[in-house]
């Protein structure tokens, strides 16, 4: 034992010096370069298998999303405003019939996967969206040129890995003013997945990171608005341009990210730590990806699965309950505090209207979300009776629910890990569940088998496209 | 006498009380309301002849500087890299024979205005280039529907208005931790533009603000690279995507600009104060309208005015040149203090170079910036003598210049306010032959002076597309 104890200090001390040794090395102007080096030197063979199963099982999830989401009134309007602006008709839409240029489909794809906000979030220090901005530029490639399903797997994976390293040090350490963080990294992380397709050397590599940089987009004001959607849907197209633009060589600067006057420092007032770097190749911040059982805030699930856990455990109705007190971590107050929402969008921001559809429905999918149900009676009496508010020991997955029936009884719930998150993930099983209540209407159930198919069999498909054309609707 | 300081002072107070009670009115949530108010209610023969004039001599320079700019290696990549993406060849590239369509034009269009950075600026809290976001879309838009030269003006004229109150408020009073104002602010001006040529209405103009607001871009790290010019061309497009879609009723957030996760909030973590909208169709943005006189950063400009002065009243040649000291203003090392430049680009961005350019050839003209010149031997050893401080009390338009000669002699010059500023402004002779040397060896001279004749005859002309078609070589 003592030997074993001896070994595993011994390992530990190596490692740290290690992780030292590489630190002190990066100094100002080398971050982005090693960035670029990795995404363009990385072999997905030394991607561990269960790095890789988390990329399916997050593509399934987005491309369930994106069907889904494809019929809403901002997909309707952005398609009418960019038809006449596309170039040919080359890329599928997901869930629709209509085809447009690579990078307008970029935008619409986007939309089309968050305007649910149903898509996977990683829950690490930010909430960022990771598929919206890197998938669509790929999704698009993938008919203009043969892109196996590996080095589909693999891109996503790069753009993943670049997006969410930047969100976690530039913006994971609080502060933030408001950016929408999917959309201030999303051009970088959708940049790295383009070009890796796009076959860059290192040095477009890091150009393209820098055009990406210099396009950041997203304010948190536009939650609840069409233009949340807006924000994913074009980080995609920036990134997207910004690898077709190096490809051609254009330049840009030598320390986009790192630099005095680059992207962490006027976004974040901070540096760029060489934290942003450490590691690459040996963590993956795919596997911090979490999925959603319910179609709003993620910060709101946690007191949905507390809603449904005392409906599982008692018997009582809505109409029975006198007042609620609803404790979450300031975080969902932050991004969800939402009283009186007007709209379907806008109720995907309150964790008062969750709780009034939860106790309400039972279910909460993305049926729910209408504007109908931000205006029923029903529902607005029974949110102003939720009185909610921040306790700061709680985590982002963790709620604490008391009722207050009006026949004196008082039930209390403590949710310690919401579903869906790391510490009680969705299986495969409820993602495809999920997969198919999403597309069910839009697809018929055969093609809808065979999407979900493709999706789980991507890691051997010759010819990803295959996947990609067999969302349209009688594809 | 009495009478009339009475009648004066009189004035003077209904006027404050005037105002103060404007600005209490403002409340937040207006100022993106009274904005879109104003540019969708706004009257051209409401606007002084002076101002129109000022409108028209900056069409003429970015006409001009678009024509020069369009040879450029910037443009040709990026030409190259957007031609796949174009839907159609409905809009005119300035000074070239291949088309695009409106939206991938605004960018192209974009860029070449500002390679040679050589465009108007204002000249007043930033160093914003007005009509770099803001030109592209009315030239594109001109195109595709029947427009005429005061429609066209006076959208530009609106576009200017907005994007530099904007700049000022929110940019102008110091701490900008490294935004590029032009692309921060320049969306916004270019939705107003483009979105009164497509006469939104007002709600769906306070809609494209947002769109627009949601889309700032623009690091400084960039200057000195191809991706400074990308900054305006892409604000070009930012604008005029949010007014297209603005159009088809996609939405955006109430109080985009002045909201509490807003642009002003999440760019510069200051409010916007309703001095944003104070004397909105009383005082004019283009009135202070600065024109370049040489084609590099607006703040080494008066060095170079020192340099020919001294050229002009004394005999020395710069091989007797033993040091140089130069004084300027703050801003000038910031923005331009790069004392070892190794491209074209760079080398607008180094008042050291300049001095060096000014003192060997006299005039400083766009074919001075060449990555030849900048690795020149000669020049990089003689702008290796000056020796640059900043001295606060200087103005941006101001500089003081000592030439230590190997004789013994010393040659001094202070420059009040530099050629091109508003103090020392370039008449509409100047500018017309700043026109002429720009478009030369692009534009036979015929066509140059048509050109240039549409662009002063803009006010009456029917049809403004005349003047964008007139601008393609063989035209």
């Known amino acids: 034992m003592a030997a074993e104890l001896r070994d595993s200090i011994v390992g530990d001390v190596i490692t740290k010096a290690a992780e030292a040794k590489e630190s002190a090395a990066v100094t100002r102007g080398e971050i982005t370069r090693r960035l670029a080096d990795y995404v363009v030197g990385s072999r997905l063979e030394d991607i561990p298998a269960a790095v890789r199963r988390e990329g399916v099982r ?43 240029d690579v990078m307008n489909a970029s935008l619409v794809n986007g939309i089309s996967s968050i ?65 929408h963080v999917t959309g201030a990294v999303g051009p970088m992380g959708a940049a790295a997945a383009a070009g ?69 420092h006027v976004l974040m007032q901070r540096p760029a730590p060489p934290e942003l770097v450490a590691r690459l190749g040996k963590e993956f911040e795919i596997s911090f990806n979490a999925y959603k059982p319910y179609a709003c805030a993620i910060v709101c699930h946690a007191a949905i699965d507390a809603c449904q856990r005392l409906l599982r455990e008692h ?71 939720v009185e909610v508010a921040a306790e700061p020991a709680l985590s982002k997955s963790q709620a604490r629910l008391t009722i207050h029936l009006d026949n004196g009884r008082v039930l209390t719930c403590f949710v310690e890990h919401a579903l869906g998150s790391l510490e009680n993930p969705m299986s495969d099983e409820d993602l495809s569940r999920k997969f198919h209540q999403l597309v069910e209407g839009i697809l018929p159930r055969a093609q809808a088998d065979r999407v979900a198919d493709l999706c789980w069999e991507l890691p051997t498909l010759a010819d990803a496209s295959v996947l990609v054309k067999a969302t349209s609707p009688g594809a």
Chains 1, 2 share one sequence.
């Open 115 to 179: 305007v649910l906000d149903y898509d996977a979030t990683q829950f690490k220090k930010t909430n960022i969206h990771p598929s919206g901005p890197v998938l669509p530029p790929l999704i698009g490639l993938a008919e203009t040129r043969t892109v196996s399903g590996p080095e589909f797997l693999h891109a996503y994976l790069l753009g993943v890995e670049v997006e969410c390293r930047l969100a976690n040090v530039i913006f994971g350490a609080g502060g933030n003013p408001g950016w």
């Open 196 to 264: 890796r397709l796009l076959g860059l050397t290192a040095e477009q590599m890091h150009d393209a990171f820098g055009i990406a940089a210099t396009q950041p987009g997203g304010l948190r004001e536009m939650y609840g608005t069409m233009c949340k959607s807006f924000t994913p849907g074009r980080a995609a197209q920036n990134g997207l341009l910004a690898a077709i633009l190096a490809a051609q060589g254009f330049d840009s600067a030598r320390a986009p990210i790192e630099g005095e006057k680059g992207f962490a």
């Open 315 to 385: 018997r009582f109705v809505p109409d029975g309950i006198r007042r609620i007190e609803l404790r979450v971590p300031p975080v969902t107050l932050e991004l969800a505090g939402n009283p009186e929402p007007q709209t379907g969008l806008a109720s995907k921001f309150s964790a008062q209207h969750a709780v009034a559809l939860a106790l309400t429905y039972g279910d909460v999918s993305h049926h729910h979300f209408t504007d109908a149900l931000a205006c029923d009676a029903k529902l607005a009496g029974l949110r102003r009776k």
């Open 58 to 100: 997050s593509i399934l999830t987005f491309v369930g999303c994106a069907i889904a989401g494809s019929r809403h009134e901002v997909v309707e309007i952005a398609l009418a405003a960019l038809l006449p602006f596309s170039a040919g008709r080359q890329a599928t839409l997901l869930g629709r019939q209509e085809r447009l």
